[in-house]
């Protein structure tokens, strides 16, 4: 349900199947991919399960991209049609791609909300192009979609600096949240608030494909505003409420909580940041969640890798990660790839049928990632205690979390460069309160340029105007040249330290976690 649009899963299913019929009508074939650049709105479930049922691929475009981030996305996964918006945030879509440059392979776009403009389509005039296909003709399509067929192109960046394509099978991603479903308890019934953007996996898979799992009620809420959240908990009697740490803190520190009814409330999943068990007994305690859980996976995972369990005491889930899901093996490999003794780190290993098909047409980027023996290689420093269950210490890429979503440091630096003021650039993560780790970039100016046009918020300002805002560093220092090695290689935990020093008086600080989902 959304806003005033309240259906049963009959009339979900019809208006889906609809869907598909006009995108078969609209030229998209099977196997092809259709990108979606929008809120959590009605409109973006219908999309994706009518894309699914006409055999193509949904390739979800994160809504804090700015156009070039979305251009470069849609055209590495040649997506043929796109769903938008206009008007979100006072942010026209269709006019950022524009301006970026529309991709070669994109042949329609189809503005789901606002004002499509005389290049676009209106989501209501799409829908209508449904009566150019047969039904019948439908399902056979959908029919002959298989468990190993391509579902989600799903982007997340690497070390290069360059988005890369995540390629997921429907077969994994059904079974995958199956399990995420049974193990977490959702049940039909539930009220689920799905705070998580339907462009991650959080939202997309942990909460749309979930829901239909287990037949629970999905409640889109496309912007995260804590009384606005209060209110609807409240009024839609909501009883499942994932999301990231961050949004739990600022509800149990608005100052309004008591007067909201919570009462309603009962399950909890988080992750991808460090969970304190002074948070897991607050959100028991005063938020009324009976059960609370974590996690932990990565896009190439399809989300999920380990989880936490209902019996789990409190320390458990907030200092651990959670064991393997039924059929994953998960270890913690040393530099040979031989299994380390039980706490001893080693890098965070993944094989089963969870494991992406590959980065799509990235071959190089897939056999690095998944080595010949279908391990998938994390990143992730982490230790495994006697029961399986893993604790995330540390990271082998420079990745850091904002808010819940990951920031490649190469991305953001290579994007900076861009500027004509900046000669070299180096990004680390500092933490925050609010979002637990934010940028930090040390700046070296260009020969000739002015550095007080490189001071104070003047970067930040630059940098909001041409990246999701979660990348943009929240601080920026000036600095003569950065920190190598012999062989030429910024030195990373140097300027972290710094950084760490410079922002936070020194104060003596744990170590950042990886990514949990």
């Given amino acids: 349900m959304d806003a005033d649009v309240r259906w049963t899963f009959a009339r979900l299913r019809d208006e889906a199947r609809r869907a598909a019929r006009a995108l078969m009508a609209s030229g998209v074939g099977p196997g092809e991919r259709v990108g979606i650049w929008a809120p959590n709105i009605w409109e973006w479930v219908v999309a994706a399960l009518g894309t699914y049922a006409a055999g193509a691929a949904v390739v979800p475009v994160n809504t804090r ?4 981030e979305a251009a470069y996305v849609l ?23 524009a301006s970026a ?3 070669p392979a994109l042949r329609e776009i189809v503005v789901m909300r606002g004002e499509p403009g005389s290049s676009a389509a209106g989501f209501g005039d799409f829908l209508d192009r449904a009566d150019g296909a047969d039904e019948a003709e439908r399902a056979a399509r959908a029919g002959a979609v298989t468990a190993a067929d391509i579902g989600h192109v799903m982007f997340t960046s690497g070390t290069t600096g360059k988005p890369k394509g995540a390629m997921l099978v429907h077969g994994a991603v059904c079974r995958t949240y199956r399990t ?4 977490v308890g959702l049940r039909e019934g539930d009220r689920y608030l799905i705070v998580n953007p339907f462009f991650h996996s959080f939202g997309l898979q942990a909460g749309i494909l979930a829901c239909l799992t287990a037949g629970a009620t999905m409640i889109p809420h496309p912007v995260f505003d804590v009384a606005s959240v209060m209110e609807r908990i409240s009024e839609e009697r909501i009883t499942v409420l994932p999301g990231p740490p961050t949004i739990y803190r600022m509800i149990l520190d608005h100052p309004d909580l008591e007067s909201f009814d919570m009462s309603t409330l009962r399950l909890a999943v988080t992750g991808a940041a460090p969970v304190p068990v002074s948070l897991i007994s607050e959100m028991r305690a005063r938020l009324g969640f009976g059960t609370v859980l974590t996690g932990y996976g990565l896009t190439e995972s399809t989300g999920v890798a380990t989880m936490c369990r209902h019996d789990d005491a409190p320390e458990t889930v907030s200092t651990t990660s959670g064991r393997a899901i039924d059929g994953v093996e998960v270890k913690v490999a040393g530099p040979d790839g031989a299994e380390m003794p039980r706490g001893s780190p080693g890098e965070i290993v993944v094989r089963g049928y969870n494991v992406m098909a590959g980065y799509i047409d990235d071959p190089e980027q897939t056999a690095e990632a998944v080595d010949s023996d279908g391990w998938l290689h994390t990143g992730d420093v982490g230790v495994m205690d006697a029961a ?20 490649y440091p190469a991305e953001v630096e290579e994007m900076m460069l861009d500027h004509p003021g900046i000669g070299q650039v180096a990004v680390v993560g500092v933490p925050d309160d609010r979002l637990g780790e934010v940028g930090y970039a040390f700046v070296v100016p260009a020969p000739g340029a002015d550095p007080s046009e490189l001071a104070g918020e003047a970067v930040q300002a630059w940098c909001r105007n041409r990246m999701a805002n979660y990348k943009a560093p929240r601080h920026t220092e000036l600095t003569d040249e950065l920190p190598r090695n012999p062989g030429g290689k910024v030195l990373k935990y140097e300027l972290r330290r710094r950084a760490v020093g410079t922002r936070l008086g020194g104060r003596r600080l744990a170590p950042a976690r990886s990514a949990r989902r």
């Fill in 65 to 68: 991209f700015k156009g070039a």
């Fill in 75 to 97: 055209d590495k996964a040649g997506a043929r049609l796109l769903f938008t918006v206009d008007g979100f945030l006072g942010t026209d879509y269709p006019q950022m791609l």
């Fill in 388 to 407: 399986g269950y893993i604790d995330i210490t540390d990271r082998i890429k420079d990745v850091f979390i904002t808010g819940g979503f990951n920031v």
């Fill in 101 to 103: 440059g529309i991709p």
């Fill in 180 to 183: 995420w479903a049974e193990v």
